[in-house]
Nanobody, 120 residues
């Protein structure tokens, strides 16, 4: 019914930048909050950044000042601009959306994940 498709991951050197994108499609009526989470090997999934439909944002302390989340409501798309990347940012990054379906049912959806590797 609903798909979240992420793109933009890859291998980057420390200090470099990447931009992740996540597009939601399907029988969507409206999207509330959207967010990015990450999971490193052997660790729990953690919130990286989130943004409401109105544009209010929330960041993990570890990425404040380096990452920026934004969204285009008309395209049901959320972005994560990641600058000054560090090796500890290496993880699989997942997109999440809190949305209402066309049937008016509310649900949470996850993308398939995109690998970000920061290494020299």
């Amino acid at each position: 019914q609903v798909q979240l498709v992420e793109s933009g991951g890859g291998l980057v050197q420390p200090g470099g930048s990447l931009r992740l994108s996540c597009a939601a499609s399907g029988s969507i009526f409206s999207i509330n909050a959207m967010g990015w989470y990450r999971q490193a090997p052997g660790k729990q999934r953690e919130l990286v950044a989130a943004i409401t439909r109105g544009g209010s944002t929330n960041y993990a302390d570890s990425v404040k000042g380096r990452f920026t989340i934004s969204r285009e409501n008309a395209k049901n798309t959320v972005y994560l601009q990641m600058n000054s990347l560090k090796p500890e940012d290496t993880a699989v990054y997942y997109c999440n959306a809190d949305l209402f379906l066309a049937s008016n049912k509310r649900n949470f959806y996850w993308g398939q994940g995109t690998q970000v590797t920061v290494s020299s």
